[in-house]
């Protein structure tokens, strides 16, 4: 299927095109027309094993966004909001590791925002030549620019020249850097300072430019943390690859996504107390919590590490998490909605609720879920609200199950509407 892309010279070493989803497949037509109507301006695509739709940042802009993909371009090259596509909107995102004294639980950071920022602890565990094991402790924070200026961009026409010297001069990788390292003095106190990595970044040779999309170059021996899921933490690596092109030396930072979920009613009682671990702000459910990676097995990890030409360090195992909300998990499904959305029976409520603002959306004892006030669902519901008052004793005119544009629905009547029930 990739022959007919030879003309803007897409590089698919690196693909196992057998993962991909029909998604995916429609979305890798959509670069090739995009990138076609500026050909000549195109100097390499490279598409890394996490390629794919980016379903949780799609659902959030309302329109497709890629990730897993390195864009080379000549600098004439005229970036549109078209340029969405492969342009991701999480700009400038850094992915930095500290070494601390102990495991310390991550403090409540009210003010992170950002879909896909987030600050967490972790266990690394090493064997001596003895056979002797020690565990050290680090804390990692993946965050991205404040900065408002990926929308700014969007809003105009403008040269990939233009657009590159606007986002270096602006400074907008040191801020972050500098922002995560006041943090860890305020929070945490003495570190030592690991690795720190950049993403979703533009980067120059003098002549063209790459956008590095949920990948980033490598020096040879130089440590990066592949994430694996907030639940699963990161896999470190160290590169090998070497290659005078620089473009050439490209790893993925992720192992990629699904567009399947985990679903708390199969989840065992320690992967629950594991889940439980994360604080994931002000929302009942997180799709970014819930969603599937791509591969987790060792033979997998293995076969993926000896293919990007990387030696596997070990293991960052999360004990503690908080991540940003990101407000889409309302958007999906009613049946994903229920199936995301623990049960008091799944989990202590009152652990669930800990830290968070909205302990009293709870009926019964149990864990409402929410939708947009301009869902299908609760339109349903407020068509059928009196039906729905006698028959559930739920008022769904009562300010109190409201918060911003979400309305809290008790579980009864969602899965009276999953299951197409129609009320006579």
């Not at 990939?160 to 850097?177: C, F, G, H, P, T």
């Not at 003495?190 to 970044?201: D, L, R, T």
């Not at 090998?240 to 199969?266: A, H």
Request: proline residues 3%.
């Amino acid at each position: 299927m990739f022959n007919e892309w030879k003309m803007l010279s897409i590089d698919t070493e690196f693909l196992d095109d057998s993962q991909l989803v029909p998604q995916d497949i429609e979305s890798l037509e959509e670069l090739k027309s995009l990138l076609k109507e500026q050909e000549k301006d195109v100097i390499s695509v490279r598409l890394l094993p996490n390629f794919g739709t980016d379903y949780d940042m799609s659902i959030k802009m309302g329109r497709k966004i890629l990730k897993g993909v390195q864009v080379q371009l000549r600098e004439t090259y005229t970036i549109s909001h078209k340029d969405a596509l492969w342009f991701h909107p999480s700009i400038c995102h850094v992915r930095s590791s500290f070494e601390i004294a102990l495991d310390k639980k991550v403090p409540c950071v009210n003010e992170l925002q950002g879909l896909y920022n987030r600050i967490g602890t972790y266990e690394t565990t090493s064997v001596d030549e003895f056979g002797m094991s020690s565990s050290s402790f680090h804390a990692v924070l993946d965050t991205s620019t404040k900065s408002d200026m990926w929308n700014d961009i969007m809003k105009a026409e403008t040269s990939l020249q233009s657009v590159y010297e606007r986002i270096k001069d602006a400074n907008l990788i040191e801020d972050v850097k500098a922002e995560q390292e006041q943090w860890i003095m305020t929070h945490v106190g003495e570190s030592h300072k690991g690795s720190s990595i950049v993403y979703n970044v533009f980067c120059s040779n003098g002549d063209t430019i790459a956008f590095y999309n949920d990948c980033t170059a490598t020096k040879e021996d130089q440590l990066y943390l592949i994430d694996k899921g907030p639940v699963h933490g990161y896999l470190s690596v160290r590169s090998k690859q070497v290659n005078e092109n620089v473009f050439k030396n490209t790893i993925p930072l992720s192992m990629g996504t699904t567009n399947g979920f985990y679903k708390w009613k199969d989840l065992s009682e320690k992967h629950r107390e594991k889940f439980m671990k994360v604080d994931w702000g002000d929302e009942q459910c997180s799709t970014q919590l819930m969603r599937m990676p791509l591969r987790l097995s060792i033979f997998e990890t293995e076969k993926w590490a000896l293919n990007m030409k990387v030696c596997v360090d070990g293991n960052f195992s999360m004990t503690s998490l908080i991540m940003a909300p990101h407000h889409v998990s309302s958007l999906l499904p009613v049946q994903t909605m229920l199936e995301i959305t623990p049960t008091s029976q799944e989990v202590k409520v009152e652990d669930y609720g800990k830290g968070k603002s909205f302990t009293d959306m709870y009926r019964n004892g149990n864990i409402c879920v929410p939708f947009t006030i301009e869902s299908e669902l609760v339109c349903n519901v407020l068509r059928d609200r009196l039906q729905i008052e006698k028959e559930y004793n739920f008022s769904i005119l009562n300010p109190g199950i409201c918060k911003g544009n979400l309305v809290f629905l008790p579980r009864e009547v969602v899965r009276r509407y999953a299951s197409n029930e129609k009320i006579e």
